[in-house]
Each structure stands twice: as C-alpha cells, then as structure tokens.
C-alpha cells in the first residue's frame, strides 16, 4: 500500500528566504506524487504534480518540487517565501490502483515572517 | 472559487439528529469524492463515486450513509454519531479517464462538522 510521510508539523522561514517542505513516499511501481495546499477556512487547491519526465517540476505561485527517486523523496520548494505563503501543505501520492485514489500526508504548516 | 460549492459551511448537531452534507460541482467532472479531515491526521478517504457509482468505501461506519444522484451532486447523510466525528468533512471531484491516475481533485470548502 502506498503512503507518504511528512517529518515536520511545521516549517517556520523568514520572508524572502528560500522555504522547504520535506516529503517521502513509499509505493510500489512509479509513483505519481502532487502536492496542495490549503489556506485557513478553505479546501485543498492544487499546486503541481510529477507524472514523469524532468524530475524538477514547476506549479503555482512560483513553487517548484523535486522529484528524487532514489531517495523517495518529493520536495517541495521556493527561492523566496512570502509571508502570504503561510498555510497548511499536503503532499500526496497515487499508486497503481488502477483508479485515482490519492493517499495524502499529515500536513506540513509553513509560517513565513515578516 | 474551485467550482465545487459544499453547504452548509457549518453544522453543529447532537447525537440523536439527522443531518445531510451537500456537495455541488460545477466542472463537468465524472468522479467525486467524500474525505473527513482531522486535526494532525492524514486526510482519510470516505467514499468515492466514479460516473455515480460508487467504486471505494473505506470501511467507514453504517452511520455516514452517501448518495450521488447525478454526476453533479453528493450527499453525505448523517446519523446517530459520535462526539469523534467532529472534522472538516471534504468534497472533491475530478476527470477520470481511462488511466485512472494522475489526475487533479478539486476541492469544496468543507463543511465543519461539530457533534454535541
């Protein structure tokens, strides 16, 4: 069975400075790994996804993940956190199902100060 | 907007009551999906309805009871539960090909489920 694990509850960056989100999954076959985010009162809204190809994907609101398959990792990036970045972040993978059924992590919180 | 409306935002009942979660997507999408949201949990998979039939049921008690009538719409009714049923309760919807994967869920806003 597939799941994801997110080591930190939360992630605390300076604006302006470089923001990661760590997250590692474990699933059998290639993996198809999304991360989401989701603003307080709000549901989740997709921010990018790796299928296949360059393992350095680009999504919304100039955030980017790598996808490291060696060390079943896909971590998520920004050169310059704004403090607007501030939110609860979800990293998820699909296995090979056959259907879409999408295994989410606990969630990472990611404060951006001022 | 994600185009996927939930009401009501909120909803306090007692443990006796009845009560239904609706769910509306205005994507054209062909699969949706029920997720119960807790505090420091993974996001847990209720139900899934795939072209209104359902396809997944992750074990989840008699007491929460789904219903697609049509591709754009999805009830979860609710009935005799517990305090731990408290959570952000999640719809989403997405376009399934034939692939099955990779694909994108959008997500409502949830409604907020407090059980007295």
């Known amino acids: 069975a597939q799941s994801v694990a997110q080591p930190e509850d939360q992630v605390n960056v300076a604006e302006g400075n470089p923001l990661t989100v760590k997250c590692t999954y474990s699933?059998?076959?290639?993996?198809?790994l999304f991360w989401y985010v989701q603003y307080p009162n709000r549901g989740l809204q997709f921010l990018l996804k790796y299928i296949t190809g360059d393992n350095l994907v680009k999504g919304s609101y100039g955030f980017e993940a790598e996808f490291n398959k060696s060390q079943t990792s896909f971590h998520l990036k920004k050169p310059s956190a704004l403090v607007s970045d501030s939110a609860l972040y979800f990293c998820a993978v699909s296995g090979n199902t056959g259907f879409q059924k999408l295994v989410f992590g606990t969630g990472t919180r990611l404060l951006v100060s001022p | 907007e994600t185009g996927v409306t939930q009401t009501p935002r909120h909803l306090v009942m007692g443990m006796t009551n009845k009560k239904s979660l609706k769910c509306e997507q205005h994507l054209g999408h062909n699969a949706m999906y029920w997720y119960k949201q807790s505090a420091k949990k993974p996001l847990e998979l209720m139900f899934v309805y795939n072209f209104k039939e359902q396809t997944e049921n992750n074990s989840v008690p008699s007491r929460f009871s789904p219903e697609c009538p049509n591709s754009s719409h999805l009830f979860l009714h609710l009935h005799t539960l517990q305090p731990e049923d408290s959570a952000l309760y999640l719809c989403?919807?997405?376009?399934?090909?034939?692939?099955?994967?990779?694909?994108?869920?959008?997500f409502g806003a949830g409604t907020r489920l407090s059980v007295l």
């Open positions: 699933v059998s076959g290639n993996p198809y």
């Open positions: 989403a919807s997405s376009q399934e090909g034939a692939g099955g994967r990779g694909n994108i869920q959008y």
